[in-house]
């Protein structure tokens, strides 16, 4: 059977099912919930007999959906001429309690998270870059910007962004800065998943240039 003879095939035993959820049974007794609920059901159903007669499996499609829903993507710039030296000597990592002059604009959630995700994704989680030992680094984290969905629409759209300067320090000198830009992957995204994202993307970073 081919592609589209298989989503056709789906479809014709679904139909009559879908119109029974859409519109009711004929009768009176469905309140207006009841019937949005119905309309939810049958457009899932839809969407499920679509994604399997191409092939794809139930689970698969909500793994998916899962993903689209949770996350953000973040992507880190190095400040140019900053990088002093090597960084693969570094054993250890010292975080340092964030800071920002935007008060209110930083969603609370945001800033209390990323403290703790920095700490988990470089020095405690497995295969951490930064298991412990001497010398230690010093992150110092500064939030620079944070654009909340909704806000100022017509200018910005209608993700969330959020831009944080890390600076490395060691022994009072100066090491590198480097910024890291989060954006949210979907809608629904938490602050919480941008904190974690922002955090594991300086990590990566770090990582690499200590195999340099």
């Not at 469905?30 to 059901?41: D, E, F, H, P, S």
């Not at 910024?179 to 990590?203: C, G, I, P, R, Y």
Request: some cysteine.
């Amino acid at each position: 059977m081919t592609y589209p003879e298989s989503i056709s095939h789906g479809l014709i035993y679904a139909i009559p099912t879908l119109q029974w959820l859409l519109w009711g049974r004929g009768d009176s007794c469905q309140t207006g919930k009841v019937i949005q609920v119905n309309r939810c059901l049958a457009w899932t159903g839809l969407c499920l007999i679509v994604a399997g007669s191409s092939g794809c499996s139930p689970g698969s499609l909500a793994k998916g959906a899962i993903k689209q829903v949770r996350g953000a993507h973040s992507k880190a710039m190095e400040v140019p001429g900053t990088l002093s030296g090597s960084l693969g000597e570094y054993k250890s990592v010292n975080v340092s309690p964030v800071r920002t002059e935007l008060g209110g604009l930083v969603p609370g959630k945001f800033s209390s998270v990323l403290p703790g995700a920095m700490r988990e994704y470089l020095s405690e989680g497995k295969g951490a870059p930064f298991p412990g030992g001497s010398p230690a680094l010093t992150i110092d984290t500064q939030i620079q910007w944070f654009h909340k969905a909704g806000a100022l629409r017509e200018m910005f759209g209608s993700e969330s962004y959020a831009v944080v300067l890390y600076r490395l320090t060691s022994g009072g000198a100066e090491k590198g800065r480097v910024q890291v830009v989060t954006k949210e992957a979907a809608a629904h995204t938490d602050e919480d998943d941008m904190a974690k994202s922002s955090a594991k993307e300086l990590a990566d970073w770090l990582e690499k240039k200590m195999k340099k």
